[in-house]
């Protein structure tokens, strides 16, 4: 299978403070991720002065503030997009960031960006679906508080506005931070692929890493997953994500699974269990002497390790037979000891 591809979802988990996104690309670097994404967005392109917060929004931010007031400490700034492409480049990763308005995609466009990545809000917005698909030749679509025929129309519209079917990737998502394991309904994520015949993946915002392990043994090409430096960190998304050594433990974890599903389906032994066939199965051995020309009988055979002679599964054929010679008790019985 090829390679799953793991999105650390820095977000605006920075909080606004370079130093602590260049911390976070540390990490994602540090924990084996192939993308480290975070968001671009103006608070007064996306949110109106009267858009109130979501609940875990409330819970984990100052409550006296609005939605457009708590993302304006969130902005990233083109210089920032700037530091952090650089400082990726530099680390060996990739960058990635989602888009929330028009603006932000130009920006992104004009940065040399070529993966759009589409949130679950947005799947919705007809001129911004409109726009990421004559942008980006390849796509992912987080699907998030979406009835299968919002999907559809979303993926169409894509398709319709240019993007190659091949190129889109639909992930398979739950909007509530944290998501509770039982709202997680991961059978959705293969629905969609039946449904659409697409690449699938799957957004996680549970608490832990089993989710999205398990969405890659069910086949995921893609994982996201918010990461922090501190979930005890002030800021709305911090509380659903994971540490650096959780990260660190997703990914390898994951690596791990990609090993165990890679085989080629087929029912044999494997070349590092081979060896142990001779160990761990029986053989035909005598359960007392006999001498020379007994007659066997089923209450002269026993079955032991190691399975280096005869075969348990032959003990039928050899009953009846006639020993060669005398022989001691728990001989390893051969075929050169029968008449």
């Known amino acids: ?155 169409l519209l894509l398709v319709n506005a240019g993007t190659l079917p091949g190129n889109i990737t639909i992930l398979h998502c739950n909007t509530e931070y944290p998501t509770p394991m039982q709202d997680v309904n991961l059978l959705a994520m293969n629905a969609i692929s039946r449904e659409l015949n697409v690449p699938v993946g799957y957004s996680d915002h549970t608490l832990g890493i089993e989710v999205p392990i398990a969405a890659v043994a069910l086949g995921a090409t893609v994982i996201e997953k918010h990461f922090t430096l501190d979930r005890t960190m002030e800021g709305p998304d911090h509380r659903a994500s994971l540490e650096p050594d959780e990260l660190k433990a997703m990914v390898r974890a994951i690596r791990n699974i990609e090993l165990a599903i890679s085989g080629n389906g087929i029912k044999q032994p494997s070349a590092s269990e081979a060896k142990n066939m001779a160990i761990a199965r029986k053989s035909i051995h005598l359960k007392h002497a006999l001498q020379a020309g007994h007659i066997l009988t089923e209450n002269d055979l026993i079955m032991k390790r190691p399975g280096t002679g005869i075969s348990p599964m032959q003990s039928a054929n050899i009953v009846g037979r006639k020993l060669v010679a005398g022989l001691p008790a728990e001989h390893l019985l051969q075929l050169t000891d029968l008449a």
């Open 1 to 155: 299978m090829a390679k799953v591809l793991i999105i650390a979802e820095a977000g605006v988990n920075h909080n606004g403070s370079m130093d602590n996104a260049r911390k976070l690309i540390d990490a994602a670097v540090e924990a084996g991720v192939d993308i480290v994404k975070f968001q671009s967005f103006k608070a007064d392109k996306i949110a109106s002065k009267n858009a109130t917060k979501a609940t875990y929004q409330q819970e984990t931010t100052d409550k006296k503030e609005s939605q457009l007031e708590m993302l304006k400490k969130l902005e990233l700034s083109e210089a920032d997009h700037d530091t952090l492409l650089n400082y990726c480049k530099q680390k060996g990763i990739t960058f990635l960031s989602t888009p929330f308005d028009n603006e932000s995609i130009g920006l992104l466009h004009s940065k040399g960006i070529t993966i759009g990545k589409i949130p679950s809000g947005e799947i919705t917005n007809l001129p911004y679906l409109l726009q990421m698909a004559q942008t980006f030749p390849h796509i992912i679509l987080s699907t998030g508080m979406c009835t299968m025929q919002e999907i559809k129309d979303a993926y």
